[in-house]
């Protein structure tokens, strides 16, 4: 933890884990620290990075006007899979925030990393620690195979629990607005504050020249090699379109059909009914293909219940929102 702190505060890259994913570390606030993010990942200029911050008493250096209903989150949902849009201040980077006057902020719930954070004393700025446009990495090992010889370190704390990014909130409009469906999921937010808007880019793919809130919903994401179908609606007619597909393709499923598919390559990624189990699978099982010579994939899906809606989510990006009811 201590080399891992000098590291980022000399400027460097360290690949840090967290409940959600693991994140690419820089230190938030140096805009040349923050550019080798950006290098490292082959990621556009103008998607921002979230700042990682041990607490909410860290606000105040990085936001401003902030509104109660942060507080009311963090006070329930740090350290957690919530980020929060809010305001910046001028000492946050137009590098960090893509020249937005927003900013991210999100304390993560991993001992190891608030550790670094907090022997760092800067707010780590991390976006997954993935190439950009591939599944986001939940292991030490996923982040290498990607990360390798482009970054300083990695802090291997084991695989991630949550397993999808965490749930982004604006906080800057009213009503407040979800802008990624995330680790935390919508129904808490509700409870939590009454009214919440969603935004168009979570349910569907975005019209040419569009603009979502959050920069990073515009590009395809996710994505395996082979294309991907995504196949909703109840589990056992999904599983029968699927199979009726043909032979030799991908096929992520529930653990029940998991059977149906013999000549397949399948990536079950929990019971239909577990959309925690899900949620800490997905990426894997996106990941997974690349390694086989499938040309096309097909996926069962969850509704969008609970965690089912960041789940849906990561499975329709991955797919460019090419998606098939039955
Ligand atoms: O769980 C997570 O959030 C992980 C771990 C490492 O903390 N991080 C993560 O970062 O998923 P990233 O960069 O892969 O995704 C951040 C998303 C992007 O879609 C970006 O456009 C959006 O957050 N975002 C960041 N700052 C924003 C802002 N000021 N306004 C709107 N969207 C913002
Ligand atoms: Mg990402």
């Known amino acids: 933890m201590d ?22 570390g820089a230190n938030g606030l140096n805009g040349e620290a923050v550019r080798r993010i950006f290098e490292a990942k082959g990621r556009p200029q103008d998607n921002p990075l979230i700042l990682h911050v041990p607490g909410a008493d860290w606000l105040e250096r990085y936001c401003r006007n902030i509104p109660a209903a942060a507080y009311t989150l963090a006070s329930r949902f740090w350290p957690g899979p ?44 991390a976006p997954s620690g993935n190439t950009s446009g591939r599944p986001s990495p939940t292991c030490a090992q996923h982040m290498w195979e990607d990360m390798e010889g482009k970054i300083d370190a990695i802090l291997d704390g084991g695989p991630c629990g949550v397993g999808v990014e965490s749930t982004i ?33 979570v349910e569907r793919g975005l019209a040419p020249g569009e603009k979502p809130k959050a920069p990073g919903m515009k590009y395809r994401h996710y ?13 056992v007619r999904s599983a029968r ?43 894997d099982a996106l990941r997974a293909f690349d390694a086989t010579d499938v040309r096309e994939i097909y996926a069962q899906c969850p509704d969008e219940g609970g965690l089912g809606l ?4 990561r499975l329709k990006k991955a797919a460019g929102f090419h998606v098939v009811e039955v």
Request: glycine share 10%; hydrophobic share 40%.
């Open 310 to 313: 960041a789940v849906a989510n």
């Open 169 to 201: 909130i604006d906080l800057t409009c009213r009503p407040p607005r979800l802008l990624r469906p995330g680790g935390l999921p919508l129904e808490a937010l509700r409870d939590a504050l009454g009214e919440v808007d969603v935004d168009k880019a």
């Open 241 to 283: 379109y699927i199979r009726r597909q043909g032979r030799g393709m991908g096929v992520i499923c529930f653990d029940e059909y998991a059977e149906l598919f013999p000549d397949c390559v399948v990536e079950p990624i929990g019971p239909a009914g577990d959309k925690a189990e899900q949620a800490r699978r997905v990426f």
């Open 82 to 125: 919530l980020t929060m849009i809010l305001q910046r201040r001028s000492n946050v980077p137009n590098v960090t925030t893509g020249g937005l006057e927003t900013v991210g902020v999100r304390c993560p719930n991993h001992p190891l990393t608030l550790e670094v954070i907090r022997r760092a004393d800067i707010p780590v700025a």
């Open 3 to 24: 080399a891992a702190a000098a590291i980022l505060r000399a400027g460097g890259l360290v690949g840090i884990p967290t409940e959600t994913v693991y994140g690419l």
């Open 223 to 235: 994505a395996p090699r082979a294309p991907v179908t995504v196949v909703t609606g109840d589990p």
